[in-house]
């Protein structure tokens, strides 16, 4: 409840009225802790993906997409701070999806542009997963920072699309 009523929206208001005794210089603490336990519950969410794909391949070792699977789980690598991008780990936790590396590349360098003030545009190939990641995480994103998030596409809007983008504006 913290993560998405305090961190992904940032409004301490929730905060404030459910805590009343919390000391302001508490909460930065806090929240710090809150998005380093998002942070753990997607650790957690890692290993049991990899022993379910153990558990496949010790049934037929030769399983092509258990072993790639479990190569890109164990291999994972974390090139965000979840305290700075906790949105990540939020999604990850509802929804079972990390960045890709190259996601991971363009979505820091958008929210800096959004920090900034600046607008940013990227290209990214087919099936790369602007539609099902990125704008969903971009919209949280926006609105974190207190920006109304518009998502614009073609007439027919994609199944991923409207799951994704439905679970963004709650």
Known sequence: TLMHEV??????SFLKKTSPLIKEEEISPLLE???????????????????ELIGVLLKNPKDPEAI???????GYRFDYDPREYP???????CHGK???PEQ?????????????????LFQLGAGKGKTSYLVPLLMLRCKRLGYT????TSSTIY????????????
């Open 98 to 100: 990390l960045p890709w």
């Open 68 to 74: 790639k699977d479990l190569s890109s789980c164990l």
């Open 7 to 12: 961190i992904l929206k940032n409004d301490l």
């Open 104 to 120: 991971i590349t363009i979505y820091k360098w958008v929210c800096e542009g959004l920090e900034k003030g600046e607008n940013r």
């Open 149 to 152: 998030p518009t998502f614009l």
């Open 33 to 51: 802790k809150v998005c380093d336990y998002a942070h753990l519950q997607v650790l957690f969410q890692l290993c049991q993906e990899g022993e």
């Open 87 to 93: 949105e990540i780990s939020h999604f990850k936790i």
């Open 159 to 170: 199944t991923v699309d409207r799951e994704n983008l439905s679970f963004t504006m709650k």
